[in-house]
Each structure stands twice: as C-alpha cells, then as structure tokens.
C-alpha cells in the first residue's frame, strides 16, 4: 500500500473574512472547520487566533489552532503550543493526538508512535476515541520498517496494531490494502537479535 494513510498534504490560500461572512456562516468555528475541510489553512488559522484573542485559554480552539499549524508546516509554533498544554494538563488526550500527527507529518515515526500510544492509552475508556491512531501507529512502524529496520518485537507491534485497527473499522476504504500487506509481511517477521528492513519492492 503505497498511501501508508499518512496525513495528506497540506496546502494553504490567504483569505479575509468579514465578521458579517463569519455570522451569516453559523460562527466562526463553523468557518474555520470548513476551511480546514477546503485545506484553507491559513484562513482557519487567523479565524482560531481571532477567538483565541477573546479566550485564550480555550484548549480545544488551541488544538484547532495546531491543527492549522501543522498543516501549514509551522512546526515549531504548534510544537511549542501543544507541549505547554501538555505541561498544564497531562490528561487532555486531543494533546496527544495533535503532537502523533506533528511527528507524523514530520515523518519523526518514533516519536508519533509514542504520542499516540499514549493517546490511546489515555482514551481507552472513551466512546469517542479516534481509532485511526491504531492505524497510524502500524503505519508509523512501516515507514520505520522501511529506512532503519523493524526487531521481532517492534514488527509483532506493527501488526498487532493494524489488526486491532482492522477489527474495529472493517469497512474502511484501505481496509483490503492494509489486510494484503499483513499477509504479505508476516512471513517476513525477524528471528530474535534480527532486524527486518523491507522496502516491499521485492
């Protein structure tokens, strides 16, 4: 599977928005949810430090806010951010999730792997919690897989979160791509003391 599901790039347009155009659109949340839909980052990005300016110690905009950030590859702010709100509240699990998709999106695999296990050991109690962050974590371990080599213990990792993933959202669209690939890996996993390094072209 060549997509890895990975966060899709980023874009972002400068865009002014009257307060009327935010009212006329149900609040400016709204607005700013429908830009990040559009990839209009920049625009979301001014609208969630618009409110942020009225009350600052939102945490949920704040992570609106990395959000936008991170899409428009404005790493070191929504870092930065996120790292404060994690001093201020370990328990906050949105945390986690937006500091998983930085590294992520910075392709720092180890470190997304450990931002959202932690994620997903903070919400394993919550109905709302993203299940993508299974998927993200095998698809981390793949990438590492890929440039530095998987033990035995990391690849059984690997797949024993692409499994968990599968078993709670079947129906997902890459859901056939990601069943081939455990099949296609397993026969691959390393002796003890081994590392497997696959690039899946052979």
Same mark, same amino acid.
């Given at each position: ?10 874009? /972002? ?24 839909? $559009?990839? &209009? ?7 969630? &430090? ?7 110690? $939102? ?14 590859? %404005? /790493? #070191? ?6 790292? &404060?709100?994690?001093?201020? $509240? ?39 919690? %993203?299940? %993508? ?25 690997? #797949? /024993?979160?692409?499994? &968990? ?9 890459? *859901? ?17 003391? *081994? ?8």
């Amino acid at each position: 599977m060549k997509k890895y599901i990975s966060v899709a790039l980023c874009i /972002f347009l400068s865009f002014s928005l009257s307060a009327q155009e935010i009212d006329e659109s149900g609040g400016p949340l709204h607005v700013a949810a429908r830009a990040m839909r $559009d990839r &209009r980052y920049r625009e979301a990005e001014e609208i969630y &430090r618009s409110i942020l300016r009225q009350t600052p110690g $939102d945490v949920s905009v704040n992570q609106m806010l990395c959000h936008a950030l991170i899409c428009e590859n %404005k /790493f #070191l702010e929504a870092d930065s951010s996120l790292r &404060r709100m994690v001093e201020a $509240d370990s328990n906050n699990i949105g945390n986690y999730w937006y500091m998983g998709l930085s590294a992520g999106t910075q392709n720092i695999d180890s470190v997304a792997i450990v931002c959202y296990k932690t994620y997903l050991r903070k919400s394993e109690n919550n109905p709302n919690q %993203k299940v %993508k962050a299974w998927l993200y974590v095998g698809s981390s371990f793949r990438r590492i897989m890929h440039k530095q080599g998987l033990s035995r213990t990391q690849f059984d990792d690997m #797949l /024993f979160y692409y499994k &968990r993933y599968l078993k709670l959202n079947p129906n997902d669209v890459y *859901a056939g791509e990601v069943q081939k690939f455990i099949d296609s890996v397993s026969p691959k996993r390393p002796e003890e003391g *081994a590392i497997l390094m696959w690039d899946e072209t052979n």
